[in-house]
């Protein structure tokens, strides 16, 4: 991290003899001004730091800031003091050795910090006080630390200076109540992290006699500081959500305020100390979680939201009295829960929620019903619980996608909750807070911190909300990767355990990590279509061959096959259009899981193998979790690092980011490149739009399309920055499925892809690659590059050549990428260790990214499962959540792979590159193997380059093809003078006025506010600053957290949009209950009109543009009638005009 104002200085040329006892005596004496730490950073135990020349580097700190530029000043002069018979080199380090404020006024010694919560603007709740407390403000790290002692062990806290709501100057009494003391009151949107001092035992300090490390002032030296949870005895941080640190009596809070950006001045401040009670149940305690007298009613719903509420800031403590309950009580729960919604968009904390209740429940109480349109789909509203190493936060209830359990089970479903164990500021919670590496040796063992601890309390013994006692239930594979379990709260009529025998027998299961994914199998988010009996499932022998080396395949690893006429059953119930059946479904049946790909000659509605089959059950339920289809390919960092690795040139990479970029140009200005951009890269994702292009909407003349398109457009532009995530025209990403008939040959691979835009003019022509054209679709011949995500090896990367076969082609396999059953080992195991359950492949058909030379693919058998010799047991699985949590190190070994193939010559070929992917390919297995990946100490980058925008980090500049590529980007102006420079003309279109439409447009505006309510509910919840965000799924402004952890926000994208769409199916619902069939026309023009007229529009309250367009068919069904009308009128006066000019002639 670059630190302003920094007070360390990089030396280089120290004598080896020299400890840092003797640089910190040295450089006091020189400069003059006092030296307070100083070490040599040991790559390995005992292994002095050196440049490439050889010479020995160190590190020195000063009190000041100023000591820094002194000693720089100084040492350029070569008359410098020299050390022994060396001349040092000194240079400005780019971080501190200790954390430090650069300015002595932010560096606070003796205050007091007090922990509660504001129940009024001027009162305050004090939970819990220490004295003697030293803080230190460092605005240039934006982070407070401050320093405690509780019960003989020593405390940090970390506020970071993002998690602080509003920071006010304030003055609070004294004892004597005559005078007053100065103070700073922070609101916290999240709990300090916390870190405990735990000592070095003496055999492993690397820090003997201040011979590599050492400092004054009583800073820690032996010591590190390790994650812990809330220590106190009454868990104050769970319960506050402010903390106030009151200044020594000489101090003034105007100088350390001015750190801060949100500040303010308030005055004198009132405390209430309270006492604690002490908590005695049969599960974990977490706070804040509110308790509610036993004699009023309180609906579970009504109970979650208040509590969510507090848990935001949105509602004090102390407001949830009896006077709220009891106005609540009143309400019915569809009403009272609307109120506690509005409540939550309010952008201050509400004090007087009862007199909020009584005025919103009047005025919702004349507003239309609006459960007429309530969806029918088969969706979940999902409890979601956050848990941090000190807080609980409640979230919720939301829309997904349901799982077939759930479902099953709806009758329950609020006892359901999707429980995840998260950071403070709801990141994820990196690996060496549950467990930390402090003594060395072959008999050492890690320290299991106290956050390890309460994860495996929770899961062991659950925790309450209200009468409900969650209890752990189980979790799928990819919830393992997320830190995030499902809990049930057992009734007289279900508990977690039946529904655990419900999904099936798993105690012939005899490992632990298999077993608990096994578990978790049927809680994958699917669409529920009909059950199938055993009478109609066929079983298929494997495909497998054993080589000379004892290594085992299997070539049909997860694939079987649905017949042609049951598939189209299927895709009835997925809500597909009759047109369209998908090739190939995955699926989870009983089970089995994997891939069925359609099989015309199959009377069997299903066929499938021995290796779909993970376990034993009655259920006969097929769901489908997602189907093949047209699917763009982007490239990435990954794909980007192995091609160069094998040759691509940079240009290359260039040319294609500078072609997306063009097409990003253009997306606003000309309607044919944004109907280009939308089929090619979004497939279907974007019909309304691509409908709107299609009736001749420019992309600058109609808000709403403008809106969707240059959200789009500005997302994109963040993806291919952050990421390298470039389109690539002549390629897919497609589901991988099996050659039953065995045509083709091992290095051959079939694929048919469905074709868009100027592809379709290829194939007509049969030009480049695609051959056997029918209309939409064609065979791709040729070399192909074939890969899968995530790739770090060199041999994860394929050529292959894709053939035309006429047998195969008569099987009607389209957007499948079809691979042989012939060969000495499979080509999906080859590319990454992928198999045919599901996995998805690139695959481009573009002669410049295809290598010329492959590297041998990796060899992905990996260790053996450890297996017991009893039935697993739930402690076992519950246990093993934990470790997994404390050894992923998946995202540590993505990243070093990352820096290390950029700096080194070999790139991804390099040595350390190649343990990398082995390592990774070990850690993606963890989940199912059990056996952990241990990173290397001396694999962790230093230094990390530009390109990963890494700000908390030492970086240097790349001068490999990621760097080029990302100033390439950095230095293209195009796209944002293009976005800058257009603002769309808000237009009504009188094209969409029917006749009739004014008798609807009373109740068109009442759907219109019902709708508002509804959006604006989701903006809130998912944090948007406006609606596009909602839309297009793309937050602007994303926490922390979220840009910090890819997989989560891309989790939080599909949610949104999940979202969005159960909204939309509502709102069609309102729509079609509104009127007969025969007045859609005018109901939907209505529509259009109390959102688009500028009568309405012109109202303060902003418009939501995708209201009318809930009903695109119907209104550009309108639009286009209109312009063939005008059409037919243009020939008649052209026609009419031509008889005229005939008869004068």
Known sequence: MKIANCATIKIIGVPPTTTAGDLLTFFSSAVGIQAIASDFPLLRRGWLPRTTEGAITARVQFSEPDGASKALEMFRDEKAPQLGWNRLEVSICEDDIIPRASTSSNRLEDAELLLGNRLQEQTMEVIQSWNRVRVEIMPERERIDIFLENDGHKYKLEVRFDDIISSCGCKLPTEDATNSSDAILLELMYAPRIYCAVDIPKKNRNYKTERYHTCTGGLQSQCIWIRQPDFTCNSSFGKSGCLCLKLPQSSSYKQPLKSFSRQAEIGDITLLHTESIPHNSDCIELHPLLEIPSEIPVPYEILFQLNSLVHMHKLPPNAVDLDLLKTLSKLSLELGTKILQRMHRLKSTCYNPVQFVEKHSSEIARGRNSNAGRSKQRLMRCFRVLITPTKVYLQGPEAEKSNYIVQHFSKFSTDFARVSFVDEDWSKLPFNSLSTQIEHGFSSKPLKTGIHSRILSVLKNGFRIGEKKFEFLAFSASQLRGNSVWMFASNSEVTAATIREFMGQFTPIRSISKCAARMGQLFSSSTQTMNVSECHIQMLPDIEVSTGTGAKYCFSDGIGQISRSFARQVAEKCGLPHTHTPSAYQIRYGGFKGVVAVNRNSFNKLSLRGSMK??????????????????????????????????????????????????????????????????????????????????????????????????????????????????????????????????????????????????????????????????????????????????????????????????????????????????????????????????????????????????????????????????????????????????????????????????????????????LARLHSMSVDFAKTGAPAEMPQRLIPKEYPDFMERHDKPTYDSTGVLGKLYRSFVSYTGIGDAARGIACKSSYDCDLEVEGFMNYLEEAQEYYEMYHERFSNLMCYYKAKDEEEIVTGNLSNKSLYLKKDNKQYGELKDRILFAFKDLRREAEGWFKNSCDESEYSKMASAWYHVVYHPNFSGTEEKRFLSFPWVNFDVLLDIKASKRHMRKLEELREEGMRDVCDDDSS
């Open 614 to 915: 993970k376990f034993e059950s009655q259920n006969t339920m097929l769901n489908i979790t997602k189907w093949s289809d047209y699917q763009p390919a982007f490239l990435n960092r990954e794909i980007i690092t192995l091609l160069s690795t094998l040759g691509v040139p940079d240009d290359v990479f260039d040319e294609m980011q500078n072609e997306h970029l063009m097409l990003l140009d253009k997306i606003l200005t000309s309607r044919d490149d944004a109907l280009k951009s939308v089929q090619r890269m979004y497939g279907k994702d974007l019909k309304i739009a691509e409908r709107m292009l299609k009736e001749e909407y420019e992309p600058a003349s109609e808000p709403y399309l403008f809106m969707v398109l240059k959200a789009l457009s500005t997302y994109q532009l963040v993806d291919i920055r952050t990421k390298c995530r470039i389109f690539v025209p002549r390629a897919r990403v497609s589901i991988g499925c099996l050659d039953e008939l065995g045509q083709l040959e091992y290095g051959q691979v079939y694929i048919r892809v469905t074709l868009k835009n100027e592809e379709l003019i290829d194939a007509a022509r049969e030009e480049g690659c695609l051959r056997k054209f029918d209309g939409t679709t064609a065979v791709v011949v040729g070399k192909v590059v074939v890969t899968k995500n995530p790739c770090l090896h060199p041999g994860d990367v394929r050529v292959l050549d894709a053939i035309y076969d006429a047998e195969l082609d008569e099987m009607g396999m389209i957007d499948c990428l079809v691979f042989p059953q012939k060969g000495k080992r499979p080509h999906p195991n080859e590319c990454s260790g992928g198999d045919l359950d599901g996995d998805l492949y690139f695959v481009s058909w573009n002669e410049q990214l295809i290598p010329h030379e492959t590297d041998p693919p990796m060899d992905y058998s990996g260790p053996r499962q450890r297996t017991m010799d009893h039935d697993v047991t739930l402690e076992e699985i519950q246990n093993f959540f934990v470790d997994y949590m404390a050894n992923d190190t998946l995202g540590t070994i993505s990243n070093a792979h990352l820096v290390h193939s950029d700096r080194e010559p070999l790139k991804a070929r390099s040595e350390n590159c190649l343990e």
